[in-house]
């Protein structure tokens, strides 16, 4: 009895053990959105992501081995790779909303790493770290390796321990050897599944190309809620679709282009990637579109239900070749409009193979894209290459709707900016003369700057970091923050090889903290979430890259070397020579002695005597007799050797000259 | 117009161009006033980051001493409304130039009567009494207000004249004998800018054997039969006899002033870094050459472009140039350590890291002090028209190269490198004067004896 009571147990274990197992095996979802943008383009996301739970340990089969070595080997607890072509339009394809803000990266390369080790082996770490993704990814983030490169910013991010380091190289270019290694960590790699529509040339064409890869690891420190790695790889881009079928122009009214996977990539999809969990299509319509519709649709069709129209894929503004398994609305406070989210699965689509979804529109639409409230820019004052200024300015966007924090403290309302900015050691940021401006006129940093961190840039060693906190009143229309510099001068060495370029300050962060944005959308069953939501769910604030700055610096000649240091040398022994010479003279003596010589003047040559006598100094002293005798001696023995070194000479140039 | 006259019109002309709006002449940021040892800007900055409770030498600003920093610091940040900025660092630099003259003149005027009395024993009053005999003090006092160097470099803000005003206190304390003003002087200007240092050397012989004079040996074969005994006692004591009381005293002022300003030095920087980061990032910044951003000295145009490898030689070299100097010049102009003096700051001022003309305004207004002696001077006009050529072309050739972008920094350079020449011809020639002088005294001497 108790045998089969044990057999029963250990065959329930089992049974547990096996669901277990299916709760926590690896997973790979791929996701792809599409939003079209406000000036005509149309926004691409794709999205991968790679699931590793803790329980596996090393034994896995989609996880790429490189990056689980790397979790392991560096200890990392966040990670965030991306690299940039072009910058994001805050303006107009939005600055206000989960995608800009995770979408929009500086230019070039930009890394930061969370680290779980002791605090004095982070950089070392660090350094490791950037040679291996360096190697990884084709890239030059070896550069970022120099203390003068990176930095520990403080407030900026959420895991402020001192264990993080953020480093960018703004003039990295990045190109197709940059997304091969980034497409081999996937398990179809662009064989199969979403990442087949990525055509080089039509990628490469687009306006802004931004490749990413955050890793989060929960192995190292209690953080969320899965353990274990998860690796998300995104890659964003804003194509300009170039198929411009059935539009009229006419002066007032604009159709959208209509466009299709296929124009906009010149390829299709043939079908999921067969490792993949799940891979979903989505197509955004945004808030300020979707009232847009709204108010045409209320125009044209007042009669029938609004509802059932504007969640409908085929409606009188626009039609999408496919039908979409799910229509989501977007679950909003009551100032903003819903977005509409319609949900295709490539899987589920099998009458459509290959999946080739096409957007067109039937009226022309115009609308606007939230933008943060305060819109930031970054630029250079003063000319010469002696010094200058960094002007930071914030012009308010005067967003309608807008919904200032009011402090409980203070009885006047403030706008809460933080700005996170990095120069290079070459630019000498004198921090004393910081100005801020408020609405045009001078104002004392005291009443504004709630907090200020500056750690200053030290030659050759590590770069100025500044971190500030302003609070600016809510009321604000602009706000400018200008910083003096004097411009370094480098060795030779220091110059990259196109010096007369410029040297590039990256972009600065300017982020508002009290406005934080989210897209909800409610899905049926929250088991199966898809991580591309489950992202755009999580409430993160407002926060936007300035502009890269090309900052030219003076240089010196790069030819010169060596004729700077023999005429810096002549210079130094005219100095050593002359003043010894002076001060080794004794004038009386020699106009005794030339007094003597002219007396006695029996020579054969006077002349030469002299000259010997002024090259031997006072320590020759004339024999008083036999003078004659000596001297044409010496002079004989004096031409014998100037002979001989003469032919020692003629000799040399004869044979090797 | 007489002395007085002259030297208030000097201030007032500091006043009217301190006053005068800053972005037009800009002068507190030119290459050749400002050196990033002297540049008040980056002594404001430094008192930023001391306010804001971090290492005033955190950072690659502020390389002075911290002393320094918490006198004028202060200043730095008080605006008066109306006024520009620094107005009250700007006056503090007024009151120093004016203290600096007089106290040239003060030097001049015991040198005068110091010299007068000595060749009177040597019974070549005749040199003194002629109606060429110039005085010396109040002309000295004249060129060093008058000369634009100083007005430009009082008025550019930048610390200099307090450099200046220090290394001229050193030699009137030791002109005048009183050895703790000038272990003060001499410890203070020391600690400031690092190349006052070498001045201990004129220093002992001027409190030793006292002010100038002709070479000692004349005096002995002057009154060779004569014993000590027949010379009045002040008379030996001053000519021929090295006062070793007056050595130890200032060995024992400067051992206490010394550890009164390392005290305070550690004092100040405690918090951060302690000494060893003060001491790293004054000294070891001006010995090091860290900083190549172009001035009047050739070292930074060198440091720029030689090879990383030989960077430490030639650093040995450049310093050792200086000291190498030292000993054969004391050998050689010992009897005159005034003299003396001016030409180790000359020499100094020639090879230091970061010169400017700040340094060249203290050694000229020195020069002056041995008009009478230098009168014989060879490449007078020749030196003259090069240091106005210079001072003009230098600003021009920086303009093209920094501004424009026309020009080349070897333009620039070039002019530095007729500078370094200029100079090192004025030392030389000066030299080869005063020994000439010498020669001529004892050829007197011989032929009235």
Not at chain 1, 319 to 330: A, F, G, M, Q, R
Not at chain 2, 76 to 91: D, K
Request: charged share 20%.
């Amino acid at each position: 009895m108790a045998l089969i009571l044990r057999f029963v147990l250990v065959l329930i274990a089992l049974c547990l053990a096996t669901s277990e197992e299916v709760n926590n095996k690896e997973e790979f979802t791929e996701e792809l959105l599409l939003k079209p943008l406000s000036d005509r383009k149309v926004l691409s996301q794709f999205h991968f992501r790679h699931m590793l739970p803790d329980e596996l340990g090393s034994h896995h089969s989609l996880f790429p081995k490189a990056i689980f070595q790397l979790v392991q080997k560096f200890r990392l607890r966040e990670l965030e790779l991306s690299f940039t072509q072009g910058r994001w339009n805050y303006e107009r394809w939005g600055g206000y909303d989960p995608l800009s803000s995770s979408n929009a990266k500086p230019p070039g390369v930009e890394l930061w790493a969370v680290f779980d080790v002791p605090q004095h082996e982070v950089d070392a770490s660090w350094k490791n770290l950037t040679h291996t993704l360096s190697g990884l990814f084709c890239a030059s983030i070896n550069f970022l390796e120099s203390s003068t490169a990176y930095s520990a910013p403080e407030w900026g991010s959420q895991q402020s321990s001192g264990k993080l380091r953020y480093g960018a190289l703004p003039r990295e270019a990045v190109c197709t050897e940059n997304l091969t290694p980034w497409l081999k960590l996937l398990p179809c790699r662009d064989k199969a599944g979403l990442a087949a529509l990525m055509d080089r040339p039509s990628i490469y064409r687009g306006y802004y190309h931004s490749q990413r890869l955050h890793l989060t690891s929960s192995k190292f420190g209690a953080l969320g809620s899965t353990r274990g790695i998860v690796l998300d790889q995104t890659l964003s881009l804003v194509l300009q679709p170039n198929k411009e079928t059935g539009t009229t122009f006419s002066s007032s009214s604009v159709y959208q282009p209509d466009w299709s996977m296929s124009t906009l990539y010149g390829r299709e999809v043939g079908g999921k990637c067969v490792l993949a969990e799940s891979s979903t299509v989505y197509v955004l319509l945004e808030g300020g579109l979707v009232s847009t519709l709204k108010g045409s649709w209320r125009k044209e069709v007042d009669e029938v239900d609004n509802l059932v129209i504007e969640n409908s894929w085929s409606n009188p503004n626009f039609e999408l070749s496919i039908p979409p398994n799910k229509v989501i609305e977007e679950e909003t406070t009551l100032h903003k409009n819903p977005s509409i989210l319609y949900v295709y699965s490539v899987e589920d689509s099998e009458a459509f193979r290959p999946f080739d979804l096409e957007f067109r529109w039937k009226i022309p639409v115009v609308w606007s894209s939230p933008k943060a409230p305060l819109t930031s820019s970054r630029f250079l004052t003063g000319s010469g290459n002696e010094r200058g200024a960094i002007a930071i300015s914030l012009q308010s966007s005067k967003r309608k709707g807008f919904v200032p924090t009011v402090d409980v403290n203070e009885e006047r309302c403030g706008l809460r900016v933080d700005i996170f900015q990095v120069v290079p050691w070459y630019v000498k940021v004198y921090y004393h003369t910081t100005q801020l401006y408020v609405d045009e006129q001078p104002q004392s940093l005291g009443d504004f700057v709630e907090k200020m961190r500056v750690s200053p840039s030290e030659d050759k060693v590590s770069p100025g970091v500044m971190e500030m906190i302003l609070r600016l009143p809510c009321a604000v229309k602009s706000a400018a923050l200008t910083i003096d510099f004097d411009k370094g001068f480098l060795h030779i060495d220091e110059y990259p090889p196109d010096a007369n370029q410029g040297f590039d300050i990256p972009s600065a962060i300017v982020s508002f903290p009290d406005f934080q944005t989210r897209l909800d959308f409610l899905v049926g069953n929250s088991s199966k979430k898809s991580p591309m939501l489950s992202k755009l769910q999580e409430s993160r604030h407002i926060q936007s890259y300035t502009e890269v700055l090309l900052v030219p610096l003076t240089t010196p000649d790069f030819s010169m070397p060596y004729n700077v240091i023999t005429i810096t040398c002549t210079v130094f022994a005219l100095y050593f020579g002359s003043l010894l010479n002076a001060l080794r003279r004794r004038v009386a003596e020699e106009e005794r002695r030339q007094r003597e010589i002219a007396a006695k003047k029996t020579g054969s040559f006077p002349l030469l005597s002299k000259f010997k006598a002024k090259l031997r100094g006072q320590s020759w002293e004339p024999p008083p007799t036999e003078s004659s005798t000596s001297s044409s001696i010496m002079n004989k023995k004096l031409i014998m050797k100037v002979i001989l070194v003469a032919a020692i000479a003629a000799g040399w140039q004869y044979y090797y000259g | 117009m007489g002395l007085w006259q002259w030297t208030w019109a000097s201030i007032l002309l500091r006043l009217i161009l301190i006053y005068f709006p800053h972005n037009v002449l800009n002068l507190s940021s030119r290459p050749e006033l400002s050196t990033p040892l002297t540049s008040l800007r980056r002594l404001a900055e430094g008192y930023w980051l001391k306010q804001s409770s971090i290492s005033p030498y955190a950072g690659s600003m502020y390389h002075g001493s911290p002393i320094l920093l918490s006198l004028l610091g202060p200043l730095t940040v008080i605006r008066i409304e109306g006024l520009p900025a620094h107005i009250l660092c700007s006056l503090v630099f007024v009151i120093a130039d004016l203290a600096s003259a007089m106290l040239i003149r003060a030097i001049g005027n015991i040198l005068n009567v110091a010299y007068s009395r000595k060749l009177n024993t040597l019974k070549l009053g005749k040199l003194v009494d002629s109606p060429d005999f110039l005085p010396a003090g109040d002309i000295a006092a004249l060129v060093y207000l008058w000369n634009p160097f100083t007005i430009v470099t009082c008025v550019g803000s930048s610390t200099s004249p307090i450099e200046n005003f220090l290394i001229l206190l050193t030699l009137y304390g030791a002109c005048k004998r009183l050895p703790p003003l000038a272990a003060f002087g001499w410890v203070v200007s020391s600690h400031v800018a690092l190349y006052p240092a070498i001045l201990i050397i004129p220093v002992i012989l001027l409190l030793g054997y006292g002010p100038d004079s002709p070479p000692r040996k004349l005096f002995f074969q002057r009154n060779p039969t004569r014993t000590v005994d027949d010379i009045p006692f002040e008379q030996s004591a001053h000519s021929s006899y090295f006062s070793w009381t007056s050595i130890v005293l200032f060995f024992f002022w400067v051992s206490v002033f010394a550890s009164c300003v390392l005290f305070l030095c550690g004092l100040s920087v405690k918090e951060y870094g302690g000494l060893h980061e003060m001491i790293q990032r004054t000294y070891g910044f001006m010995l090091t050459v860290e900083d190549l951003s172009p001035n009047i000295g050739v070292l930074w145009y060198f440091f720029a472009e030689v090879f990383d490898f030989f960077r430490d030689f030639f650093l040995i070299v450049f310093h050792v140039n200086i000291l190498f100097m030292l000993l054969p010049l004391a050998i050689r102009l010992n009897h005159r350590p005034c003299f003396l003096a001016f030409v180790y700051i000359a020499i100094s001022s020639i090879l230091k890291s970061y010169p400017s003309v700040g340094d060249s305004a203290l050694y000229l207004g020195l020069l002056s002090l041995f008009v009478n002696e230098l009168a014989d001077m060879q490449f007078s006009f020749f030196l003259f028209s090069g240091y106005v050529g210079v001072s003009l072309l230098s600003p021009i050739m920086h303009n093209l190269w920094i501004w424009r972008g026309t020009g080349n920094a070897n333009f620039y350079f070039a002019t530095a490198m007729a500078y370094a020449c200029f100079q090192i011809v004025l030392v030389v020639e000066s030299v080869n004067a005063i020994l000439n002088h010498d020669r001529k005294i004892r050829k007197l001497c011989t032929t009235t004896n």
